[in-house]
Nanobody, 123 residues
């Protein structure tokens, strides 16, 4: 059974940075991509970023483009999200997700999910 464990969330002042990590274990499928989603209180889960293992291509939501950077190592079953210039509107629970196919840009494209890590940005 695939297990994804996120870490690195926390409380940070606006303009600050955080780096999220996600480690996958127990995969029962070949991973084609890993991504990050977030869900703010009272809102739907939204796409943040994804990295394709095959091409190395990365995609970002417009709201984080230029501030967040996704990276990872499929051989090490890890993915990271470097978040800079954080804003209060980035406050959310951030989820790591694993996809067994590509493209994977929507929540229903992903096959496994972590439990999330809270990111809180205060002004």
């Amino acid at each position: 059974q695939v297990q994804l464990v996120e870490s690195g969330g926390g409380l940070v002042q606006a303009g600050g940075s955080l780096r999220l990590s996600c480690a996958a274990s127990g995969r029962t499928f070949r991973s084609y991509a890993m991504g990050w989603f977030r869900q703010a209180s009272g809102k739907d889960r939204e796409f943040v970023s994804v990295i394709s293992w095959g091409s190395g291509d990365t995609y970002y939501a417009d709201s984080v483009k230029g501030r967040f950077t996704i990276s990872g190592d499929n051989a090490k079953n890890t993915v990271y999200l470097q978040m800079n210039s954080l804003k209060p509107e980035d406050t959310a629970v951030y989820y790591c997700a694993d996809a067994s196919s590509w493209p994977a840009l929507h929540a229903n494209d992903f096959d496994a999910w972590g439990r999330g890590t809270q990111v809180t940005v205060f002004s």
